[in-house]
């Protein structure tokens, strides 16, 4: 695996996978599935309902054509429970269940996407905002880090993938260096090491060092955390509703209106030949 599971736990501080048994939303004839982690979470006094949305087994099956639909299938059903709320003649509190960040990661293999991730990416990036994150960093040298991140952000450029694009606007001028680490090289630990002046940090043991996952000179863990969680929790909401959710009401909406066109003319059409006949 790519560590997504410790990097979740280690982001909000908590076992997200051990409090409940996943609810399994969608199954496909593949062995991806798309899992759902409910769980309450309460930092300074401020409360969050997270849902985290798993899809263990994705991009390990032999033939992953088409795999993607599973994914592509649960945002447009949150986008479609949100627009039967918002539409209903009595009009309630929608809860929101829609999908507002989606962490892509992406293997460290220092090759560049894959295929199968350009194709995913392609697919979902005008549904979701993507925050593509190298998993496993520590497997690489930061030469080798810098270099993935180039051809990758080429690669995405090159393929005209939109990610997520945090704005400068939301953070001080000082914190600006957060934004030039994506794609993100992260670290995972649900563990603390004890390091030589006797500080207890979260971190990995290696016969090499320690790698600590909250020093930004190891890895990007701290950016990553700080940006979705402490400055654009909210823009990452309100780009959803903007942006990605209006294109899909929009999408939604004008069907309706081609349907019921074409239901007027055909209605027209049986009514001039039931005259024609008389």
């Known amino acids: 695996g790519l560590g997504k599971s410790t990097l979740v736990n280690s982001m909000f501080l908590s076992d997200i996978y051990a409090r409940e048994n996943p609810v399994t939303d969608t199954v496909s004839e593949q062995t991806l599935r798309v899992e759902t982690h409910h769980t309450s979470l309460e930092e300074n006094g401020v409360k969050l309902s997270l849902t985290v949305v798993d ?4 991009g390990e099956a032999v033939d992953n054509s088409e795999c993607w639909e599973p994914i592509v299938e649960y945002i447009d059903d949150q986008f479609e429970k949100y627009l ?13 269940t829609r999908v507002h960040a989606c962490l892509y990661f992406i293997a460290p293999t220092g090759h560049g996407l894959k295929p199968l991730d350009v194709e995913v ?3 979902i990036h005008n549904k979701v905002n993507i ?34 694009d945090f704005p400068s606007s939301e953070l001080e001028p000082q914190l600006h260096w957060m934004r030039e680490k994506l794609p993100f090289g992260v670290v995972g630990s649900n563990t603390c090491v004890t390091g030589e002046d006797g500080s207890r940090t979260r971190g990995r043991e290696y016969p090499w060092g320690t790698v600590n996952i909250e020093d930004k000179d190891h890895c990007d863990f701290l950016a990553l955390r700080n940006l979705v969680l402490a ?3 909210q823009d990452l909401k309100e780009t959803t509703h903007s942006t990605h959710y209006e294109n899909y009401r929009c999408h939604k909406l004008k069907e309706m209106v081609d349907t019921q066109g074409t239901k007027i003319k055909l209605n027209m059409e049986e009514t001039s030949e039931n005259e024609k006949t008389r």
């Open 231 to 233: 400055h654009h929790m």
């Open 55 to 58: 899809t263990p087994g994705f």
């Open 131 to 164: 925050i593509p994150v190298i998993g496993k960093a520590d497997s690489c040298t930061k030469r080798e880090i810098s270099l993935f991140k180039t051809k990758i952000l080429d690669q995405l450029s090159a393929h005209s993938i939109h990610i997520y």
């Open 84 to 96: 039967e709320g918002e539409t209903r003649v009595e009009r309630v509190e929608v809860p929101d």
């Open 121 to 123: 990416m392609r697919r």
